[in-house]
C-alpha cells in the first residue's frame, strides 16, 4: 500500500477513544501542536506517552511495515518486531503526501 493510500486506513485511537484515520489523526496533532504552542508536550501530546507506536497495529496489518501482531486478546492485540526506522520512514512518507 502506497503512503497517500494509507492515510485512509481507520483505527481506533486509545489517546482520544474514537476511530479516525490516519489523515485525519495527523491534523489533530498539528491542531494540539498550534493550539499548545510553547505549552506542546512531544511525549504527552494527548496526555498519553507512547504515541509514537499507535499507528504500529494498522500498518502492520495492512503490510505498510512489517511486524508480528499477537490478537491473543482481541480487544487489545499486542504488535511486536516493528522496525522503528521502518516505520518512520513510511509516516514521514504519509506526512508528506498530506
Keep these: 500500500m502506497r503512503p497517500d493510500e494509507a492515510l485512509n486506513l481507520i483505527f481506533f485511537d486509545q489517546d482520544n477513544y474514537e476511530e479516525t484515520s490516519i489523515a485525519d489523526y495527523f491534523k489533530l496533532q498539528l491542531a494540539t501542536l498550534w493550539e499548545e504552542g510553547e505549552s506542546f508536550s512531544g511525549k504527552r501530546p494527548f496526555g498519553n506517552s507512547g ?3 499507535c499507528l ?3 500498518l502492520v496489518k495492512n503490510g505498510c511495515i512489517k511486524g508480528t501482531i499477537d490478537e491473543e486478546d482481541p480487544d487489545y492485540p499486542e504488535v511486536y518486531d516493528v522496525d522503528s526506522k521502518e516505520r518512520d520512514a513510511f509516516i514521514q512518507q504519509m506526512i508528506e503526501a498530506l
Excluded: T
Aim: glycine residues 0%; aromatic residues 34%; charged residues 35%.
Design 56 to 58: 504500529d497495529f494498522v
Design 51 to 53: 504515541w509514537e507506536m
